[in-house]
């Protein structure tokens, strides 16, 4: 079904139904020991795993329903899905080998970014690099509201999301890392811009941030509109780690969607 530098997967039918085989590069090995553990744990939340090798970095997946895209990526569905997916990150411990994409590395991280070949004009690099000082002053602020690090998917949009009868489930961990939690949200609200066609300022994106920060508790707001602010960024720094791992001659499809990815960043709505 896809067949990329850092991961296979292959859809295979058998007599109960269809089952997915994720084979994983050394890179994205962590997803194998990740996904397992957290599906032992939410078993509600992920696909049923059927078997797993860390070592070869195979992962066998039950099937885990329809995705949220082909239902036209419906809010109501994100407003249940979110709170879980919260609780999830406030309680699940992060296997060592998950990438380290902490709060506490994001400068060096943002200096990283800003030194890489990236898919942008001149003045981009340069407004990018200009805002280096910022950034650092951004997370400090950040930091002070004491979140702790979590899983963070990175990649949790229409595509990733499934419903598998009343149960709502979460697929291809392979973009997570520790990190700060509310930055999954970034790419959820894309799409829903993206997708869907809301205006940044509908209704629709401050329920799903009351409902997403509910387990967390009160005072959050503020922590979440710079992590908001951040996360454009932070969801970059997988980009670029991604980009590396391809050959030359498949990069330039690539930085077609990593330029919308890094233009959001530095134009926030």
């Not at 829903?192 to 209704?203: A, I, K, S």
């Not at 720094?237 to 050959?247: C, D, K, M, N, S």
Request: proline share 8%; net charge negative; glycine share 8%.
């Amino acid at each position: 079904m896809r067949d990329r530098v850092w991961a296979t997967t292959s859809c295979i039918p058998t007599a109960d139904g269809v089952v997915w085989l994720k084979a994983t590069a050394g890179s994205h090995r962590f997803e194998v020991e990740l996904v397992a553990q957290l599906a032992d744990g939410w078993p509600d939340l992920l696909p049923g795993v059927l078997a797993h090798d860390c070592e070869r970095g195979w992962l066998l997946l039950a099937d885990a329903g329809t995705p949220f895209e082909q239902l036209g990526n419906p809010p109501e569905l994100w407003l249940r899905l979110l709170p879980r997916y919260a609780e999830l990150q406030r309680e699940a411990k992060a296997p060592p080998t998950v990438p380290d994409r902490r709060l506490s590395r994001w400068p060096e991280l943002y200096e990283d970014l800003a030194g890489s070949e990236l898919p942008l004009g001149h003045d981009e690099i340069a407004r990018l690099r200009r805002f280096a000082p910022q950034f650092a002053e951004l997370c400090e602020q950040l930091a002070g509201y004491g979140v702790p690090d979590a899983i963070q998917h990175d990649d949790l949009h229409h595509k990733n999301a499934f419903v598998d009868g009343e149960r709502l489930r979460i697929v291809d961990w392979g973009d997570a890392s520790r990190s700060h939690p509310f930055v999954s949200l970034v790419a959820t609200f894309r799409f829903l811009e993206e997708h869907n066609g809301l205006r940044p300022d509908d209704p629709w994106f401050a329920r799903l941030r009351e409902a997403y920060l509910e387990p967390w508790g009160q005072g959050f707001g503020e922590a979440f509109q710079i992590a908001q602010r951040l996360g454009g960024f932070v969801h970059a720094f997988g980009w670029v780690h991604l980009r590396q791992l391809l050959p030359e001659e498949e990069r330039a499809a690539y930085d077609t969607p990593f330029r919308i990815v890094l233009q959001r960043a530095l134009n926030p709505g």
